[in-house]
């Protein structure tokens, strides 16, 4: 019963459990389908929580079902990512730099108030009644430890994500230097920072720490990018993801994959615009003998690294790419992009109105 108010609610544009309990009192479509039950938002919010994973296998149930009556044909599909505002407000995020800068000064305020509570600890039992012990934290000093509580933790989250990155890079803890052999003129290279510390720019969200700034069209906003594979003759979407990285070129491989495993086979042709170009996804593209028509715009500094860190040799895929663009073919082929892609974000965005997450954190707003 709450999966099909749930489906039927989204489907419509009702995305908030409290929206929800309040349609299955007034609206006749969700009177019926819940059979004149009426779950409170506890229940409906806890519901959807607990099952995200499986709300997440209906998706590909509907794809499997359009493929069964002739609607997806996956012969030409395109792929974008859309930004989508996180539950969080970019207020409430605070700098790496900041936090230690922070951490310091709440540190001094806690030390500065207990020892003011020490001094006056004869007064407390007059001040707070009989009933009250007299040792209880003053208010004030209760928001500073949460706060400071709150900041340690975001300062952790960094401090682990960076780790993560540097790992990856071929770092290692100890002289801020990269392991030996990982550059291609050998030795040793310093950065500027030690190994798992942040830049001190570096940003975290208190309300949705998963979450980053990005660049949208209303400016910069706390939010996600989703990703998304529309097919071209039905218009439906059949792979989706969202993440945490503002740059797209970075999905492209896990989408093409996505679609294969959830329709059972790879799409004819891909297009993609200037958000995905690298020789990476050339090569696997090629590789999977996916016709790909990506546009190339500027060279990124990505690209270009890329090139570097293979000795100038990347780039051949690329310049197959180049030349694919500027056959006829090709030129028709991209130009049919914008027509795939539009209406299934205008859809979601629009018609929808599904332009914010109600739940929080990175699994959460995948199921969502």
């Not at 499997?64 to 044909?73: D, E, F, P, S």
């Not at 859309?82 to 409430?92: G, V």
């Not at 830049?199 to 910069?220: H, L, V, Y």
């Not at 990124?300 to 694919?324: D, H, V």
């Amino acid at each position: 019963m709450l999966v099909k108010v749930l489906v039927y609610a989204y489907a419509t544009g009702v995305f908030s459990s409290r929206r929800i309990a309040s349609k299955l009192v007034d609206d006749v479509a969700l009177r019926l389908l819940a059979a004149a039950n009426q779950p409170d938002f506890r229940t409906i919010n806890r519901f959807r929580q607990q099952h995200l994973e499986t709300f997440g296998e209906l998706f590909v149930q509907v794809v499997h079902l359009a493929q069964k009556m002739g609607l997806v044909k996956l012969g030409t599909v395109a792929l974008d990512g859309t930004k989508i505002k996180a539950d969080a407000s970019k207020h409430k995020a605070m700098s790496y730099q900041r936090m230690k800068e922070e951490e310091q000064q709440l540190e001094k305020e806690i030390q500065q108030l207990l020892e003011k509570a020490q001094q006056t600890d004869a007064a407390e039992d007059e001040l707070y009644g009989p009933d009250k012990s007299g040792d209880e934290l003053p208010p004030e000093l209760q928001r500073r430890e949460q706060r400071l509580e709150k900041i340690r933790e975001a300062k952790q989250a960094l401090e682990e994500e960076q780790a993560e990155n540097d790992t990856q890079k071929g770092r290692y803890p100890g002289d801020g230097r990269v392991a030996s052999g990982t550059r291609p003129q050998g030795g040793h290279s310093k950065f500027k920072w030690e190994y798992g510390e942040p830049e001190p720019t570096a940003q975290c969200n208190f309300t949705d720490p998963e979450s980053r700034i990005m660049k949208s069209q209303q400016s910069f906003q706390q939010c996600y990018n989703a990703q998304a594979v529309v097919e071209e003759g039905s218009q439906l979407i059949v792979a989706r993801e969202v993440g945490q990285n503002a740059a797209d070129y970075g999905s492209l491989i896990e989408m093409v994959d996505q679609v294969e495993k959830n329709t059972g086979s790879k799409p004819a042709c891909l297009l993609a615009d200037a958000g995905y170009p690298s020789e990476e996804n050339f090569l696997a593209l090629e590789e999977r003998k996916i016709e790909g028509i990506v546009a190339l715009g500027r060279e990124s500094k990505a690209a270009k690294q890329e090139k570097k860190e293979n000795n100038e040799a990347a780039g051949e895929a690329r310049e197959r790419m180049a030349k694919r663009l500027e056959e006829p073919r090709g030129k028709r082929q991209y130009a049919r992009r914008k027509g795939m892609l539009e209406p299934a974000f205008g859809w979601v965005k629009e018609v929808l109105g599904f332009r914010q997450f109600s739940l929080r954190g990175l699994k959460k707003v995948q199921g969502e």
